[in-house]
Every structure is written in C-alpha cells, then in structure tokens.
C-alpha cells in the first residue's frame, strides 16, 4: 500500500462520508439480502444444468476401519442410469486432497477404510435418485481392524496424526509447588456440527484440453484449483474455480470441499460432460469433520486472591483419521489458553489424536474457543475454593498494560482494552445489583435456579500460519464510470463482499450501486489465502483499496496535467471530482477523459498483513496483527427437577474499531453468539461403539431455534473502539470472536448448578450442558453437598471426643 494511502487510514474521520451512499461506516444492507428474501439468490444448485448433466453418490464404509477385501460393484454399474463408477483406481493425478500435503486424506480409500460413512466409491448416472439407488447396489466385504474411537483410547496408546506441541512461559512446576490453593481436574469439551444451511455441492463444467471449471462451495476456492490440479494430473491454469455465495461455510468449507469437488472433476473430464456432486444433508453430516472435541487436564495454581500463581494445562484434541488443520486448529487453542488472563508461569502441552472417525476441520474460531472454554471454567473453580465473585478473580487476572502483559507464546499485548470494557458492561448490564438479586431469589426458590456470568474476550487476529496473510483484488472502472469488483475473498453470508465494495466506493467517492460485486474466481485473483481467521475484511479490503488507490492515483496525476493544477488540488467529493479551482467533473464524465487519453482504468492490489512472525520450534513470536476484544453478560434460569433452562437475558458490548458497517457487525455479533451457545448447550455429537454417527440429521441434532434467543438480548458496538493498528479504515475484525462470548451462558449454568450447593461444591459440568447433563450436575452437586457435611459434622465429633 502507498504511503498515501497510509496517511489517509491515519487521518480519516469517524462519521459516514456525507453525501456518499454506501461508503465505510454506513449500514448498507447486505448486496444478498434482498435476493434471499426475493428467493433470488443463485447457489450452486440453482445454476441451470446444461444438456448432460451427470449427478454423483457416494458409496460409504460400514465399518470404522478395516481392510477392503472384495469390492463387487458390478450390480452398481449395471443399474439404470448409471454412466460412470469411479475408484481409486480411476483417479488419474494424485489420490490425496489433503490441505496440508500430509498424503492422508485420500480422494478415494485404496484398500484401508478409516472411518464409519467413508466414501469408498463414487456413481454418475442421470438423476441423482439413480446414482444413489445405485450406490446401495454394492457388495464389499472387509477383513475388520481394531478401531479407535474415543480420544483417551488414542492418547493412551501414542496415536497421532500431528507431533505434540509445547508451549511454556516461566516455571510452571517451580510456581505450583509454592502456591497457597492448588486445585485440579478434566474437561471434556464437545463437538460441533457446522450445519450450513448449503451443504457441500460442486459442480464441475469440463472444457477444452480436458479444462475443468468448478462452480464449488468453498471458503478457499485457490486450494480447491491446486488440489484438484493435482487429482487430475494437470497444471493448475487446467482448472479455474469459480464461488458467488455459500450457504453457511463456518470453517467446514475451508477444506472439506475438495473430496467433492475432485470427483465432480474426474466424472467431468473422464465423460465429457458435466457433473453435480450434491451431498445429502445426512452423508454431509456423517463425511464431513466437526468442530474438535477436546480433554483438557489441568493443574492450577492460586492465591487467596484467586490470582493464578502457576498452571500446567494438556490438551488431547480429537483429530479423525487424517490431519487436515488439525496442527493449527490444536496451536491455536493452545494461543487462547490465556484468554484475557495474564499466565506468568505456565506450561501447555498439546496432543493431536488419530481416531477412527471423521478427519475434523476448521470451524468458527478454530481451536480458540476450546482454549477459552477452559480457562474460564478455570476461573470459576477458583473463585468458588476462595470464596470470591468469579468476575472479580477475573479483573484481578486480567492482562495489565505495564507489566503483566506477555503471552504464554511471548507477544507483549500492546492493546488491551479490558478495563475500559469492563467498566462500560458493568454499567450496561448492572451486574453487581443483579448479583444480589440472584442470591436472594436462589435463597427463596428450591426448585428453579438463576445463574450469572461475565466473561471477556480476547481473540487474536491473524492466520497463524504466516504465509496465508496476503489477498489480492482486481478492479475495473469501464468507460461509464461503473466498477467491476473482485477479489480473493469468499462470501458465505458474513457480508465480506458488501464491506469490501464499501472500502472501493469510499476511495472513488461514488455510491455503492455503482459498483458490480463479481464471483471469486481464481482466474481472475490467483493464489489467495481462504476467507478464514475473521480476516477476510482486512486483506481483501486491503487489496481492494491497493487497487483502487492505484486507479485514482492515475485519475489525478491525469487531471492535473490536463488541466494544469497541482495533483494536490484534485479532490474526489462523493459523486465527482474538484479539480484546482479551475473544474467540477463528474466521476463518469473525468473517466472518460481518461480513457480517451488512453489512461489504465485497471489495476490489482495486494496486502500483506506486516508485523507477524512465530518461531514454532521455539513457541515465540507475535502470531497475531491485533487482538479483538469483547465482553458478555448472561443470565440463565434452570430447573433443578427437570434440567431445562433458558436464557433471560444477555448484555453484550463488542469492540470492532471503527466499524465498517455497524449493521452487519451487529449481525455476526448476534449470530456467533447464538452459534457459540448452540455447541456449549444443546448441540450433541454421539457415535455408537460401531463408530457410526447417530446425530446425523435434524432429527436427531439440535442447533438452536428462533425461541432459544435470550428473551432479552443487548448488543451494541463498543462506541470507544478504534484499531491501533493501521486496518481497513481502523476497523476490527468480527467473524469468529463473537463466538466465544456464549461462554458466558455456559458459566451462567454452572453458577445456577451451583447454587445448588451455595457454591461449596464445583459442578462437573462440561460441553455441552444439555438438560440431561445439567440434571446429572445438579444431582451430582447436591450429593456432594451432603457428603461434605457428613464429613464436617464427623471431624466436628471427632474434635468434641
């Protein structure tokens, strides 16, 4: 980016520019919205087919692992409609899609099954009711291996799809065995089903010179084009892949589309014609990997104060079969271990386990929010051993801006606004007379119970991995003075393509609706990093303004000449351009003079995200730009008879900077809060002792619905925010820290179990709460509760004797 364009991030106002419809910081409505509504959007599924169209099934495993020892599938080849049966034998390149070129993750298994629902062969017939009636036809038969399913199984026996990572700062067992309060235990945290309302489609168009163009769900449309490149033994210019919008991506299609995407490719380039690979919503659910579920095993250490003086803390992550992300996934919940807590002496080790069951993926904060899960559960325990409020042992953990401000993996916390949120949610929510009422109200009522919780935020922007922290984009102004945008990043419903225009129409100073929002397509923008790690705003805005600064950098050194004024003087207002005092062009009438003076009207752009590097062999190094900072207050109502709960009320402030659009941020905030309390509460992912997932429909998994919205829910941007790094128009990201704010109900719950036991006892509550769970906690609480005081009136006794 030009030092010009740096200086004016620097300088910019807060407000809207005035007379410019669209531009950063108003809440344009999302470009899709309308169409959503109209039932207008195109998805994949909607493009019409053309002449030909070959539909894909797949054919799946039985068994959790085992050899493959006959594979008939001659009744499937034979069976109407049937046009094409693919194996791994049929695959012409490479059979591996893994992201990571680990070579575990096969397009097609040859020989060796690894999990329940694998696809072991694919059918292309006419519909796709006869490619799936079809794939029922086969006769496999295996000779069974032993199968792991569970992570402690696998940890246990040394089974790993990634090495084992340590992360430390100062001297955890040295500060353990000095601290006053030492307390220890396990977390099991829970999955998560991504559960887009789109599922994973592809749809692949061959061409000339066994071309493909792939039309596929997917947040990171470059690593489809390689890998499949790859599949089919060709150059990656043979394959352009092309994504309007998804339907939900959430992680899940950072890299699992390309299983799907490669098979299309085969059929399409082996036949001729084009092919549609749509996954029923239950195989997507039983192929697909799931969010990691985590044992987290801790011993910590305290003061009287509740002030962590030492922690030793293991992770045992639940990979799958293959390692997919799983390696960054597990170093990033080890980065968020902190949270917003200040760790001197600490020690954190991680184990990345192979299990006979699905490869996890990517997912809404990718490994974060299992980190912070346990840390704030942490935090409550020792609040309740020393007899405190959990939100004051919090404040006295909080990271400081002087001296307490290192990170287990050595990043100096330049920005910490923790104190100052605080202070405004305090306000906000009122918690401190609300506490008070809670305890009386529990005092008075034995049968319902209220809980309240406050948790921050503190989530790191950045991929952690360096290299993925660049995008492009590519911008043309036509002759009219209408613009073509496009750039690296993928729209999933977050608003990502709306932001982006925004930053383009405020550099041209023209309204939005002058601007054409195009497809990502690797044609046109190659070699991007995928729309992940909530930074697809601040790279392709980036880029996108990179492109557009060089375009109207051309305009005025243009202007200038011609009309001979200092460039100083050319002035973009909304609308048209001021040249010197000499001339008032409008923006269409100034391109065309431009262009008839044979000026580019066409430029690319790029960002690099600058200050981040990480020293993995070492754990040290600055992994993240920024921080993204927020705070949640919630407050839950329990049945102690039953189980149920629900949430009353809920006061959230968030930090986003200077928003680019407050109504979209408002909208992620809302929506990660609702997701990140669907995984902590309701949804439960369950596999039988065969390996095979029960949970795999509607049915049988509950995300949340529109009643189990707080009935009282408070959100508003932290009006004080400003990024004190040079972002987008000093704009934070907002994609995934929303998330991990539904902490707080999850902490909620656990404060109504125990209240059970006047907080005298630590609830076994673990992820997700699910009324069973909270009936067994509640039950479990109020056991122990009266075994503690048969053993005080013993010693009692035995004191008096």
Same mark, same amino acid.
């Given at each position: 980016m030009s030092d010009q364009a740096l200086k004016a991030d620097m300088d910019e106002v807060v407000a809207p520019t005035a007379g410019l419809s669209g531009g950063v910081r108003s809440s344009s409505k999302h470009d899709s919205g309308p169409k959503h509504v109209a039932g207008e959007a195109v998805y994949i599924d909607d493009i019409n087919e053309p002449f030909g169209t070959l539909h894909l099934a797949p054919g799946a495993s039985s068994i959790a692992h085992g050899k493959i020892t006959k594979m008939d599938l001659s009744k499937v080849r034979s069976a109407p409609g049937v046009v094409c049966v693919l194996t791994a034998d049929d695959i012409p390149g490479v059979n591996d899609v893994s992201p990571a070129h680990t070579h575990d993750e096969p397009v097609l298994p040859d020989g060796i099954v690894q999990f329940y629902g694998q696809p072991v062969f694919c059918v292309a017939a006419e519909t796709r009711a006869q490619a799936r009636a079809a794939a029922q036809l086969a006769e496999i038969e295996y000779e069974e291996l032993p199968a792991?399913?569970?992570?402690?199984?696998?940890?246990?026996?040394?089974?790993?799809v990634a090495p084992p990572h340590v992360m430390k700062q100062g001297d955890a067992k040295s500060a353990l065995a000095r601290a006053k309060h030492r307390h220890g235990g396990r977390i099991e945290i829970g999955g998560q089903d991504h559960f887009y309302l789109e599922g994973h489609i592809s749809f692949a168009i061959p061409g000339e010179d066994g071309d493909v163009l792939l039309h596929c769900s997917t947040q990171h449309p470059s690593e489809v084009q390689h890998n499949i490149a790859n599949v089919l033994g060709r150059p990656a210019n043979a394959v352009t892949v092309e994504v309007r919008r998804m339907g939900g991506g959430f992680g899940?299609?950072?890299?699992?589309a390309m299983q799907w995407a490669a098979l299309a490719a085969?059929?399409?380039?082996?036949?001729?014609?084009?092919?549609?690979? @749509?996954? /029923?919503?239950?195989? #997507?659910?039983?192929?697909?990997?799931? @969010?990691? /579920?985590?044992?987290? #095993?801790?011993?910590v250490g305290f003061d009287d104060d509740g002030r962590i003086c030492g922690l030793d803390l293991q992770y045992a992550a639940n990979c799958g079969f293959s390692a997919d992300l799983s390696a960054a996934i597990a170093d990033r919940a080890m980065f968020h271990t902190d949270n917003a807590y200040y760790l001197g002496d600490v020690e954190i080790r991680s184990y990345r386990c192979k299990t006979n069951l699905v490869s996890n993926t990517a997912f809404r904060g990718f490994g974060g929010p299992q980190g912070m899960v346990a840390i704030e559960r942490i935090i409550d325990e020792i609040a309740m051993t020393v007899g405190r409020d959990p939100l004051d042992v919090r404040i006295a953990n909080y990271y400081d801006t002087k001296d307490r401000n290192t990170t287990p993996y050595h990043m100096v916390v330049e920005d910490n606004?923790?104190?100052?949120?605080?202070?405004?949610?305090?306000?906000a929510s009122d918690y401190r007379k609300r506490r008070e009422e809670i305890t009386a109200f529990n005092a008075e009522s034995p049968v319902l119970k209220k809980g309240l919780s406050l948790t921050p935020v503190k989530f790191g922007i950045s991929f952690t991995t360096t290299f993925l922290n660049q995008a492009g984009a590519l911008i043309h102004v036509?002759?009219?003075?209408?613009?073509h945008l496009n750039h690296g990043g993928t729209e999933m419903g977050q608003g990502l393509f709306i932001k982006v225009a925004q930053v383009v129409a405020e550099e041209f100073q023209i309204d939005l609706d002058q601007i054409k929002i195009t497809p990502t397509n690797t044609g046109k923008v190659p070699n991007t990093s995928a729309t992940a790690a909530s930074s697809g705003a601040d790279m392709n805005g980036m880029a996108a303004r990179d492109a557009a600064m060089t375009i109207k950098n051309r305009l005025i050194a243009f202007a200038a000449e011609k009309y001979g004024v200092a460039e100083s003087t050319v002035r973009f207002v909304p609308g048209k351009i001021i040249v010197g005092d000499k001339e008032e062009l409008a923006f269409a009438d100034l391109i065309k003079q431009a262009y008839l003076a044979r000026v580019s009207l066409s430029a690319t752009g790029y960002y690099a995200t600058p200050k981040i590097h990480y020293d993995r062999e070492s754990a040290s190094g600055r992994p993240f730009y920024y921080f993204a900072y927020g705070m949640a207050c919630s407050e839950v109502l329990i049945d102690t008879l039953t189980g149920e709960y629900k949430v009353t009320r809920v006061d959230i402030i968030h930090d986003v900077g200077r928003s680019l659009n407050p109504a979209i941020d408002l909208g992620q905030i809302e929506g990660g809060f609702i997701q990140g309390m669907g995984w902590l509460t309701s949804e439960e992912l369950w596999w039988d002792d065969k390996g095979s997932l029960r949970t795999h429909a509607p049915s049988t998994y509950k995300i949340p619905a529109c009643s189990d919205r707080p009935e009282d829910f408070r959100m508003e941007l932290w009006s004080s925010g400003r990024n004190v790094e040079k972002t987008i128009h000093r704009s934070k990201a907002v994609g995934e820290p929303p998330l991990m704010l539904a902490i707080s109900v999850h902490r909620a719950i656990a404060d109504a179990v125990a209240s059970v036991a006047n907080h005298k006892v630590?609830?076994?509550?673990?992820?997700?709460?699910?009324p069973e769970a909270v009936l067994h906690a509640v039950a479990d609480c109020a056991k122990r509760m009266i075994e503690n005081a048969h053993s005080a009136d013993a010693a009692h006794s035995m004191a008096g004797e």
């Open positions: 792991v399913l569970d992570v402690a199984e696998a940890l246990e026996k040394q089974l790993f899940g299609k950072e890299t699992q085969i059929v399409a380039t082996k036949t001729g014609r084009p092919a549609k690979f @749509r996954l /029923d919503r239950d195989d #997507d659910m039983v192929m697909t990997g799931k @969010r990691h /579920d985590f044992i987290v #095993d801790y011993d606004v923790l104190s100052e949120l605080t202070d405004d949610i305090l306000k036509y002759q009219d003075g209408s613009v630590v609830p076994a509550l673990d992820t997700p709460a699910t």
